[in-house]
């Protein structure tokens, strides 16, 4: 599977998807901070599977439909933060669509994730990232899972990497830093983790509107030459 995620910043980077989706041949594009009013039904040659309706900051999936049918999707909301009682940017933190692949027939999770912002502890994103792991699970036991987004998790990785270690599930960074703003902020925001999956890449892809960058994923399910 070709993966990408791409937090589009208030939904500015919006008009850069078709050329995404076609330049790296993507199955699978999860957004984050998408204005679900605005989304098309279909970026070149992805369907949109799904979104958050509630959210200032909404979530979306899209897929290709030749390659997956999309069995069900499931919106989740997770507890808030400070940032969420002030600022209400929603919710609806985790998005999930379990697909079935065309060829192989194995069935396998991916779920868009956006973590609480900087102003918010990161034992707050911990706990948010622990419940989004443990309501997949309960969603679709035993089923190949990844959930790839904005982390708001740029250091400090220690904690983190404990805590995905004892879940059973790998924590996977992309090759480059994922955000740039303001000269001095920069760092791994978006990245991948995963339960029963081999993933063979991240990728940090070019820069945009947005303050932070895309990134591809390239995925199999464990079991799945």
Known sequence: MRIGSYNLYKNAAAHELEQLAIDHELDVLCL??????????AIGPLQRAASTERNRLGLA???REDAFSALETAVFTLPKSFHDYLMSPGEERLLAIKLVDRATDEEVVVASFHAAPLTTMNSARRRQIKLSHQLLAEWAPETPMLMVGDYNYPLFHGGLQKQIDRSGH??????????KRYRYIRGH???????KMTIASVATLPKGASDHMPILVKATALGVA
């Not at 984050?32 to 039904?41: F, G, I, R, V, Y």
């Not at 925001?189 to 339960?195: E, N, R, Y």
Request: aromatic letters at 16%; one cysteine or more.
């Open 32 to 41: 984050q901070e998408c204005d679900s009013t605005k989304l098309p039904a």
């Open 61 to 63: 999936i899209y897929h």
């Open 170 to 179: 790998e924590l996977t960074f992309s090759d480059s830093h994922t955000y």
């Open 189 to 195: 925001f978006d990245f991948v983790t995963s339960l």
